[in-house]
């Protein structure tokens, strides 16, 4: 799957993964070589192949990024419609998991447009005490530049995909 062509399609998957799951989980490695993963639920994806994350309560990431900025983000449509569909009709409409392979980048104030992007997201959540708390005081972001990306097959029910 290249990843250029096939943006704008990827973008939708990992839309729908967030309607699903409300994050994605990113792959690191530490100055160890131990591999960890980390549970984002304010990746945006742009227009470009790259994206950005809110920077809040994140430790691992950018702690890893100084030894080895490549990550692996893994995005699942685990929509229970969607697998029942797929169950029943053998097969999936489309890919049910994708990952994308990429490097971080600086960490930076965010931007009006990115705070605007967050607040759309958890829109939903506005009138929750815990809306505020968590997503009140967002104010950086991390920049991620992605190279590849793998589409994630499950025998004949993606083969003809």
Partial sequence: MDITNNWKAIRSHFNNSFKSNLHVSIA??????NPTVTPVG???LNG????????KYISKLPENAKSNNNICVLAVNSNKWFWLKSLYNLKFNTYPALKLYGKLGIKREASEIEI?????RMKSTNTLK????LWGDMVHVR?????NVEKINIGKMTSHL
């Fill in 48 to 55: 470009d192949q790259t994206g950005f994350y809110f920077e």
């Fill in 143 to 147: 920049e991620v530049y992605f190279t």
């Fill in 130 to 133: 815990g809306n505020k708390y």
């Fill in 116 to 120: 605007s992007r967050l607040k759309k």
């Fill in 42 to 44: 304010t990746l945006f």
């Fill in 28 to 33: 690191s490695v530490d100055t160890k070589n």
